[in-house]
């Protein structure tokens, strides 16, 4: 079985400009997670989605959003572009059930210059 | 609020030694927890979980960890460290349901090298 598959796996942008950043998870599973990875840090929480709804958000300006469509794909954008976006961005698929696991994906590379 | 912490940056050993790698964590509920590991430029692969039932885990790669509710910690170890070994690893809790409460919050991560 296919694992989460994230696309693009690096990305190089300018101060500024925006970002799609793009995801699927594994087969059956319904709810999609958003994790921003800085260098030399752990993963931080943007969002998760299950079943096209947002369930939760966290510390990220409003130039972050996401979506999810009906085939549980996932979306992150990301506006105005800062430097300080560059980071390793991590989709994580889940079940949706309680005591659920969340088996990350290869994760896209952002650089901002 | 949940938090980890996890104490020192980097650990060595040698091939062959223990492995210890300590995580404390924070939670006003009772919490899940998780230990992944990070080989570079790479995603994360979960080690183990523990999710309230039996309080010692056992993962892949024979590593384990003991659940400790009166020490707050979730400590992983590895009898015998082997080369491959060597990667960032990381703890995490989450909330024990849906939605919200299952994000995951992760502690700084601590850098695993083997020497031979």
């Known amino acids: 079985d296919a694992g989460v598959t994230q696309s693009p796996t690096h990305l190089i942008k300018t101060r500024g400009q925006h970002v799609t950043l793009r995801c699927s998870p594994i087969?059956?599973?319904?709810?999609v997670s958003w994790y921003q990875q800085v260098l030399g840090q752990g993963p931080q929480f943007i969002f998760q989605y299950y079943e096209k709804e947002e369930r939760g958000r966290g510390n990220f300006p409003d130039r972050f959003s996401a979506r999810q469509f009906p085939n549980y794909s996932s979306e992150l954008n990301v506006n105005a572009l800062l430097l300080g976006d560059s980071a390793l961005y991590l989709c994580a698929s889940s079940a949706g059930t309680e005591q659920e696991t969340q088996y990350f994906g290869p994760g896209t590379r952002l650089l901002v210059l | 609020a949940q938090s980890v912490t996890q104490l020192g940056s980097h650990v060595s050993v040698s091939e062959g030694a223990l492995v210890l790698l300590r995580c404390n964590y924070s939670s006003s509920v009772p919490p899940y927890l998780f230990w992944y590991v990070q080989y570079p430029n790479q995603g994360l692969q979960l080690l183990l979980k523990?999710?309230?039932?039996?309080?010692l885990v056992k993962g892949i790669n024979g590593f384990e960890a003991e659940f400790k509710k009166s020490e707050t910690s979730f400590h992983l170890t590895k009898p015998s460290a082997h080369m491959s070994d060597a990667a960032e690893y990381f703890c995490?809790?989450?909330?024990?349901?849906?939605?919200?409460?299952?994000?995951?919050?992760f502690g700084k991560g601590i850098t695993l090298s083997v020497r031979p």
């Open positions: 087969s059956g599973h319904k709810s």
């Open positions: 995490a809790v989450s909330g024990n349901g849906r939605g919200a409460n299952s994000k995951l919050t």
């Open positions: 523990y999710t309230s039932a039996a309080t």
